[in-house]
Antibody, heavy 119, light 107 residues
Framework: QVQLVESGGGLVKPGGSLRLSCAASGFTFSDHYMSWIRQAPGKGLEWVSFTSSSGTYTKYADSVKGRFTISRDNDKSSLYLQMDSLGADDTAVYYC????????????WGQGTLVTVSS | DIQVTQSPSSLSASIGDRVTITCRASQGIAGSLAWYQQQPGKAPKLLLFAASRLESGVPSRFSGSGSGTGYTLTISSLQPEDFATYYCQQYYSNPNTFGQGTKLEIK
């Protein structure tokens, strides 16, 4: 069965960095676009970034552009999100999600990892 | 960016009721719309995509319709496990955008 397991969240000070990972299993990872979506405490869902199946094409929300970098390792079936220059507004649960097909709906989600930016 | 507005933001209903949630996009999205259900503390779950196509394993009491800028999610007969927050999402253009959510509560 399809599984997505995020890790790497935690408490970080403003201006700090964090790298999230998402380990995928149960499907051919290299066939799918993958995305990061976040949810601030008590708030709605916000798309953050996606990467094409090969990793050559990426896009970012304006709120994170220039600070976050998405990447993937298809040999390891893993997705990553490098987050730099973090601010309080980045506090959220971060989900990795599988695109059902390129840039469409998300048919599988991880359980999420909480990132808290606070001094 | 395409703005997506859901209504209502909250809704109280009883077991067995029929409920409808509406999603309106700021421009036409040609049916490129998905609906998700989120239980407290859990990840969202895909219910429907392409406005009206039921995701595998989702009960048939969930249905979707609409075109252009207006879309609806209907639950034909509420079950206890349906009380949750629902989100729509447009994927017609990047960035994908979500509605603000509709919290469905037990009356």
């Amino acid at each position: 069965q399809v599984q997505l397991v995020e890790s790497g969240g935690g408490l970080v000070k403003p201006g700090g960095s964090l790298r999230l990972s998402c380990a995928a299993s149960g499907f051919t990872f290299s066939d799918h676009y993958m995305s990061w979506i976040r949810q601030a405490p008590g708030k709605g869902l916000e798309w953050v970034s996606f990467t094409s199946s090969s990793g050559t094409y990426t896009k970012y929300a304006d709120s994170v552009k220039g600070r976050f970098t998405i990447s993937r390792d298809n040999d390891k079936s893993s997705l990553y999100l490098q987050m730099d220059s973090l601010g309080a507004d980045d506090t959220a649960v971060y989900y990795c999600a599988r695109d059902k097909s390129a840039v469409t709906a998300y048919d599988y989600w991880g359980q999420g990892t909480l990132v808290t930016v606070s001094s | 960016d395409i703005q997506v507005t859901q209504s209502p933001s909250s809704l109280s209903a009883s077991i067995g009721d029929r409920v409808t949630i509406t999603c309106r996009a700021s421009q036409g999205i040609a049916g490129s719309l998905a609906w998700y259900q989120q239980q407290p503390g859990k990840a969202p779950k895909l219910l429907l995509f392409a406005a009206s196509r039921l995701e595998s394993g989702v009960p048939s009491r969930f249905s979707g319709s609409g075109s252009g800028t207006g879309y609806t999610l209907t639950i034909s007969s509420l079950q206890p496990e349906d009380f949750a927050t629902y989100y729509c999402q447009q994927y017609y253009s990047n960035p994908n955008t979500f509605g603000q959510g509709t919290k469905l509560e037990i009356k």
